[in-house]
């Protein structure tokens, strides 16, 4: 008996390693970890994988070019995007390499399966193919007769004998799949794009490549390998214990939220689901496609010229305002355009003036009215109280869109609540309370104020860890922010009276002219 789903499982798509890792791949990759964090937060049991697609004729290209093999070659240039996961502060489980024996025993494990059911067979196949896609295309999908619509360059025409997988046997039990849940691809333009293309007829597809070795080899055929696809695709079940710990498979099999960008939704929306259905598995429960990133009206690409890396905008706007930026900015789903304005914006509008100005504001005020101990709450709560308490629990309902990935309405009440607290520290005037010798009202204000910075705080940290820590730290918290649990840990009235406060360092400092 295996055991019981008991784990939100998320993934990215494994990362082409030969790729510098740009701000699209860290857009991916830090939606993921904003979900993880927010899930664990809620208190889930949480498992998020990552990691790279090492095999295929790309990389046997670039390895021969370089004159290294092509295990050296992913050897060498795995670390820079294990240095990507570091510096965004990425809280990923497992990393997996798809060269790992772990891997490809299960890869092979799996296709044999396929092929002991009759859903493999062999035929030759002759088309257009881009090899920086790894994929054939119909004439029809080539922009202008001739170049790949992914990368806008000539494609080749591959003819080789390979084995296929009967895709269109599996036609009826996909749009089965759509239609009874729905979810399943997210967002709806995308679901109804691949619904059509299924209902258009599905042609079977190729499963193996003989012109070149470096892949998983298909055991009962020397000199052919899988193709690179669907040794890349069972990553997401081999990581998790697939053929090899049923424990482990039955309490994070299926995965809830598989994360990809919008050019691979094929291959995870109508291909990954056939390969699991045929082998008798569940199909994740979600696959969400987000939008490209553009700059300057150009998209982030694979290969272009306007490739940015992270660490350049890490180094001028911290990370924090890194990982808000783009999920606050732009609509998780949609395409969305970067520009070093509009992030100079969002870090002195939203960030340094008003968060970072209210915290120092208040731990200022904490600091020289009540040497810097958390007062206790006295005197009467009144109007302004109501009127920030409405706002507190309209930022913890909101927050909760964060589960459909939709980040930038979740932040968007967040920052109304943050507002809101600008708003009562002017309502209440505690300089001019102090001045009047309200001494009850103004520690009524100070402690509101501060167990708003606290609750501020826990609901920050899945977007910005950093200042999350910072702010915690500046308010005396003795407790672990990172075992905060919801709701318990977002309710008002949790901060600790006679808590020591420092201000120290500013949040969001002004920025330094780029
Ligand atoms: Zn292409």
Not at 34 to 48: E, H, I, Q
Not at 93 to 105: N, V
Not at 421 to 437: D, L
Not at 483 to 491: E, F, K, V
């Amino acid at each position: 008996m295996s055991r019981e789903k008991d784990t939100f499982y998320l993934t990215t798509p494994i990362y082409y390693p030969n790729d510098l890792p740009h701000i699209g791949h860290a857009y991916t990759t830090l939606a993921a970890d904003v979900l993880a964090r927010w899930r664990r937060l809620s208190g889930d049991n949480v498992f998020f994988l990552t990691g790279t697609d090492e095999h295929g004729q790309k990389i046997a290209q670039a390895a021969a070019e370089r004159g290294v093999s092509p295990q050296q070659l992913v050897d060498d240039i795995n670390p820079r995007w294990r240095d990507m996961l570091t510096l965004l502060r990425i809280s990923n489980d497992d990393f997996i390499r798809t060269t790992e024996p772990r891997h490809t025993a299960r890869v092979q494990q799996f296709m044999q399966r396929l092929y002991d059911q009759g859903d493999l067979y062999t035929a030759t196949y002759a088309g257009p193919y881009c090899v920086r896609c790894e994929a054939y295309y119909t004439v029809e999908e080539l922009v202008d007769g001739e170049l790949c619509p992914i990368h806008r360059r000539p494609v080749e025409r591959l003819e080789q004998e390979n084995w296929f997988f009967r895709l269109s046997k599996y036609s009826d039990a996909l749009l089965a799949l759509y239609d009874q849940h729905p979810d399943f691809v997210r967002p709806q333009a995308r679901l109804n794009e691949v619904r059509s293309f299924v209902a258009a007829g599905l042609e079977d597809i190729s499963a193996s490549r003989s012109a070149f070795d470096w892949g998983v080899p298909v055991p009962w055929e020397s000199g052919h390998v899988f193709y690179v696809w669907f040794d890349a695709l069972l990553n997401y079940i081999t990581a998790v214990g697939y053929g090899e710990d049923s424990d482990e498979f039955g309490r994070r099999w299926p995965a809830d939220v598989q994360l990809i960008g919008k050019d691979i939704l094929r291959f995870h929306a109508v291909y990954w689901p056939a390969m699991l259905i045929a082998a008798g598995l569940e199909v994740p429960r979600q696959v969400f496609a987000h939008g490209f990133l553009l700059v300057g009206g150009e998209k982030m690409g694979k290969s272009n010229a306007t490739g940015i890396a992270p660490e350049q905008l890490v180094a001028h706007f911290g990370l924090d305002c890194y990982r808000y930026y783009f999920l606050r900015e732009i609509s998780f789903g949609q395409d969305g355009t970067f520009s070093w304005e509009s992030m100079t914006e969002r870090y002195t509008a939203d960030l340094a003036n008003d968060l970072g100005n209210l915290a120092n504001r208040v731990l200022n005020m904490v600091g020289s009215y009540c040497d810097a101990r958390v007062p206790a709450p006295a005197g009467p709560a009144g109007e302004p109280e109501a009127r920030l308490a409405e706002d507190h629990a309209a930022a913890v309902a909101g927050l909760q869109a964060f589960d459909r990935l939709d980040f930038m309405g979740g932040l968007a009440d967040l920052w109304t609540f943050v507002s809101g607290v600008n708003r009562y520290v002017e309502a209440r005037a505690p300089w001019a309370q102090r001045k009047a010798g309200q001494i009850d009202e103004l520690h009524r204000t100070l402690y509101t104020c501060v167990d708003a910075l606290r609750i501020i705080a826990v609901l920050i940290s899945p977007v910005m860890p950093n200042a999350a820590e910072a702010l915690w730290a500046k308010l005396g918290l003795a407790e672990d922010l990172w075992s905060q649990r919801l709701p318990q840990a977002a309710a008002a009235g949790q901060m600790p009276v006679g808590a020591i406060t420092t201000r120290g360092d500013l949040l969001f400092p002004r920025l330094e002219d780029a």
